[in-house]
């Protein structure tokens, strides 16, 4: 059974910068393709960014393009997400899923990191 356990995330200032990061055990992430998904307080959680199995391509929301990028690194069985020039708006609770197919939200979750951005 494969377990993702988040972290990285914290309390940062608006424009700041956080990387989290998803480590899996209990198999193989390369079998996996990921995503994050996020939760804002009071809203149902999206989809924000996802890298297939190798971590060739990439694909992100419009809300997150161009600030957050997404990698992987297959040795270390983790996938992370780099997050630049945060908003007040990213303020969430950061969850990875690892998926088979082409479709996140199906497979296996993380407990979830929270990413807090002061204005």
């Known amino acids: 059974q494969l377990q993702l356990i988040e972290s990285g995330g914290g309390l940062v200032e608006a424009g700041g910068s956080l990387r989290l990061s998803c480590v899996a055990s209990?198999?193989?992430?390369?079998?996996?393709?990921v995503a994050w998904f996020r939760q804002r307080p009071g809203k149902e959680r999206d989809w924000i960014a996802a890298t297939d199995r190798s971590g060739s391509n990439t694909y992100y929301a419009d809300s997150v393009k161009g600030r957050f990028t997404i990698s992987r690194d297959n040795a270390k069985n983790t996938v992370y997400l780099q997050m630049n020039s945060l908003k007040p708006e990213d303020t969430a609770v950061y969850y990875c899923n690892a998926y088979v197919g082409i479709t996140p939200g199906r497979g296996y979750w993380g407990q979830g990191t929270q990413v807090t951005v002061s204005s």
């Open positions: 209990g198999g193989v992430l390369s079998s996996y393709a």
